[in-house]
């Protein structure tokens, strides 16, 4: 029996043959001729073949008159509904869809309208969705004083879903989308193996230098004596400063604002200048072999406040104290967030393929590069690099220490700049600069600093995730023998971070899921650490500005003369608390790291290195008291200092002080502490 498959296939077979068969044809039936021979009765002569007047195959027809020209006004509004449909509508199902959505019609936006239509569009939205902004209204935060509009607007116009913009942006700017997952670092392209030369750093010479770490300076210019320290705002001791609850103002502060400081507010300028005016009390300035400075000098004010003739005042201010208190002694200086107008935004030089002189933020690279060369601090070749470098250098010390300056902007949170290009983990090139110095130290045997001014690591909080992990991997493969030490500030507290080697299982070939890459191409998990092997130390060294809730410190290192690796800190304070009833600013000795940390089994002419630290953090995990004792003097032992006394609290300081990557610090339970 046939199935109807089969039917269908035998006609069909049949039809063919008879057409097919059918070949046979008259003469009329192929004439030749191409009009028609049929029919002539006056009417229109018909063509064959697409002769004669019939118009060709490829003959266009002329487009639709265009639509009337939208005016700029209108294209705005255009894209203003277009993104109110998208976040009030319900054809995107969750926020990170709508959020990345969003960001993109900024980016088409960005690319075809001019940078005041952006401007408007964030004014629209901002007001339109309450956005939380520094500046009292939209209007200043993003046209105003505060003037980010334009910045945003270059932003836009080069993010691109392709290299994971749009989702980093959500998630960092918004908390709409998950955390983008941090990249694998291929470290063949950017250095060679370690050698087994590098895995052990030199013995102690048996001699000393002093170097003092200061760090956030914060003077503050507006600082108004007698207005309400105690306040509800963020920096307190302004004279526009009130608490709510309290119901008081300048005129019935609960705390007046004593000249020399408060808990709550920035540097006033008796407090900054106490800070060197009292050093004679614990150390003759005489025998500081130099200073590191690691950032911050401009004052915490909103963005409707600042400006950049403001903050040129501050550090040319800063810096001519800073030369004045020390003398002859050299300063070496880094960036910080601060030290920039808008605050924290440094663009790297490729956004616009200059050189760097035409970065949007040379008047500010040129402005420090000067000062320091003009203090005498770095020669003229180093500044002319961190003119268009974005104020990093290198320098090497009378001791033969080799200084590396970093600008850590380039790997900090708030700087809308590092959202375009999100996933290489260094679009600046200021780490290339870091590999570079480092590989000239390591071939000529010289020892490094590394000084910047946000931290890698700790709670994860600061840093984002790809360039600090890059660093890391850079830490990791030049520790121990050349890195001697890595130093930050930012956190306004006294904390450590530790580098350890990576495990062996963190190390994969990229071959196995890409045959077309460099056969030598290895792929570093860069959180998969072996924390029995401790190589480099960060230090974070105290604030010397109280904000927010600690006293002032500075610190004094004695550093091995040949190796450069600290072998002692002491901490010196000025207990805030007691301001109003100092006649002037009273600083007093906190503590001596080794005395404090080591049990007395560490020897005492080894350095206070990442081995010691590693054990200071073991005996944590067991002793509630040194815990505690760590949490006190981060804050500088402040009065207003929580408590850190459980268990779990122990744990996160711990592995915080393990974290030398915003990744690691990520990783931490992140609710157990104080802050």
Known sequence: MLCLSGIIAIALSFWLDVVVGATSSTPQALNPNLTNTIGDNGGPVLYYNGSGPVPPY???????????????????????QEILAVVNGSDYSSNCSKCITTTEIMHLAALTQSPTTITNLLIRTCNAFKFKISAATCEQEFSGIGGIGNYWAQLFQKMSLSTGDMQAWCFYQWNSCDRPPVIQIDESKWFSPKPASAMVAPPPSGTTINVLHMSDTHIDPRYAIGSEANCSQYLCCRPYSTNTKLHTTGQNASVPASRFGYLYCDSPPDLAISAFATMSQFLNKSDISFTIFTGDIVSHDSADQLSRAYVEYEEKTTYALFKAEMGDAPIYATLGNHDSFPEAYNTPNSINGGNGSANAFSWNYNLLSSLWQQAG?????????????????????AQGLRIISINTDFWYKANVFNYFDFTNPDQSGILSFVISELQACEKAGQRAWIIGHVLSGYDGTNALPNPSALFYSIVRRFSPATIAGVFFGHTHEDQIQIFYDYATSSLASSNSTNSTKNSNSMLRNTTAVDYSKPLAMGFIGPSVVPLTGNNAGWQLYQVDSKTFEIMGIQTYFANISEAN????????????????????????????????????????????TLVEEYNLYETKSSVVTKNCTSTACAQQKVCYIRSGSSALGNLCPQKNGPF
Do not use: C
Request: cysteine-free; proline content about 9%; hydrophobic content about 35%.
């Open 58 to 80: 490829n003959m266009t027809s002329p487009p639709p008159a265009p639509l009337p020209a939208l005016n700029s006004s209108q294209i705005e509004d255009s894209f203003y």
């Open 377 to 397: 601090w770095i020669n003229s070749t180093e500044a002319r690099y961190a003119s268009t470098h974005y104020g990093a250098y290198a320098h090497t010390t």
């Open 581 to 624: 009833s100092w006649t002037t600013p009273v600083w007093k000795f906190e503590y001596d790291a080794r005395r404090v940390y080591s049990n007395g089994t560490w020897p005492k002419t080894a350095p206070l290195n990442a081995t010691f630290w590693d054990q200071v953090a073991q005996r944590m995990l067991t002793n509630q």
